[in-house]
Nanobody, 128 residues
Framework: QVRLQESGPGLVKPSQTLSLICTVS??????????WSWIRQPPGKGLELMGT???????YYNPSLKSRTSISRDTSKNQFTLQLSSVTPEDTAVYYC????????????????????WGQGTQVTVSS
């Protein structure tokens, strides 16, 4: 059973960088041709794909967020990370790490059926 767990600070000040880690257990992030993504949901809004890193380390970003987003991985810890710079209150959201069997079909829109495992989500609030 694959399990994903997000971790990171729940409160970030405006203009700072949001950093989250997704720890994966029950499967390796470097095998099986899987794609590992970050998704967020602001309050009262829909799901938004932030970016994806695949089993080989290739990275795909939401074009709308690309200038502020960095996704990386630590294969020794079986983790992948998200950094979002210059945050504003509009970046307040629940952030999820997820796994999918293929590259997401849309660069921005989340199609839930394209993902087979989800973390529980972590609330990040941007406020001074």
């Amino acid at each position: 059973q694959v399990r994903l767990q997000e971790s990171g600070p729940g409160l970030v000040k405006p203009s700072q960088t949001l950093s989250l880690i997704c720890t994966v257990s029950g499967g390796s992030i470097t095998t099986g041709s899987y794609y590992w993504s970050w998704i967020r949901q602001p309050p009262g809004k829909g799901l938004e794909l932030m970016g994806t890193i695949d089993y080989s380390g290739s990275i795909y970003y939401n074009p709308s967020l690309k200038s502020r987003t960095s996704i990386s991985r630590d294969t020794s810890k079986n983790q992948f990370t998200l950094q979002l710079s210059s945050v504003t209150p509009e970046d307040t959201a629940v952030y999820y790490c997820v796994r999918g069997p293929g590259l997401p079909s849309q660069p921005r829109v989340v199609v839930p059926a394209e993902y087979d495992y989800w973390g529980q989500g972590t609330q990040v609030t941007v406020s001074s």
